[in-house]
C-alpha cells in the first residue's frame, strides 16, 4: 500500500471518510438513513 493512502485515511481524509462525515450530519436530523451513513466506507472505497 502507498504510504499516502495509509496517511490518508489515518487522518480520515480519505474518500470513504470524507463521504461518511459528510453524511453523519443529515442522518442525525433524520434527512438521510442511518444505513446510507453505515455503507458509505464500503461504498466510498473501504471496508472498515
Request: aromatic content about 2%; charged content about 30%; glycine content about 4%.
Amino acid at each position: 500500500m502507498d504510504t499516502r493512502e495509509a496517511v490518508r485515511r489515518h487522518l480520515c481524509v480519505d474518500p470513504a471518510s470524507i463521504a461518511a462525515a459528510a453524511l453523519d450530519r443529515p442522518a442525525r436530523t433524520g434527512a438521510v438513513p442511518p444505513e446510507t451513513v453505515a455503507e458509505a466506507p464500503a461504498r466510498y472505497g473501504r471496508e472498515s
